[in-house]
């Protein structure tokens, strides 16, 4: 008997960075145990260095697209993981058995000072998409322990 895929639904501001970060690393570290989605309370468009650094590790997230929540297909979702605060202050309710958790991760480009090399910025985001493989390998047991 295949084993049960958990849904788990990682949301953000713009969806442009760390919840396709999320998304990606879930997909290629975890898709045997988990389904990925991501989505934004708004819509950004796809961060460009995100899609760079995640490239270097590996990870190709260049196909993934910004969206809403509302143009999700219709999932009950067993996790909503808000990935920044904003999106944990402006989360939806979800019906069914979603269970909200929070992790928050820093926002590489509001890191990322304007007077940096192009270096330090993407070692801004390196480091918030090191951040997320780690939670990541620890799904779906992570979520399940923050639940309860």
Same mark, same amino acid.
């Given at each position: 008997m295949p084993r049960k895929r958990f849904k788990v639904l990682f949301l953000c501001t713009g969806n442009s960075c #760390? /919840? $396709?970060m999320a998304e990606g690393w879930a #997909?290629? @570290?975890?898709?045997? =145990?988990?389904e990925p989605y991501s989505a934004g309370i708004e819509k950004h468009g796809i961060n460009e260095r995100a899609v760079m650094v995640m490239a270097e590790a590996g990870v190709d997230i260049s196909h993934q697209k910004s969206k809403l929540i509302n143009e999700l297909p219709a999932v009950d979702f067993d996790y909503v993981v808000t990935v920044c605060d904003r999106a944990y202050e /402006?989360?939806?309710l979800f019906s069914g058995k979603a269970k909200v958790v929070h992790r928050s991760f820093d926002d590489p480009p509001a890191l990322a000072d304007s007077d940096a090399t192009e270096e330090a910025v993407l070692d801004f985001y390196r480091r918030v998409r090191d951040?997320?493989? $780690?939670? =990541? @390998? $620890? @799904?779906p047991e992570v979520l399940q322990k923050k639940s309860t």
């Open positions: #760390r /919840s $396709q #997909r290629h @570290l975890k898709g045997d =145990v988990v /402006s989360c939806p951040e997320i493989k $780690q939670f =990541v @390998l $620890q @799904l």
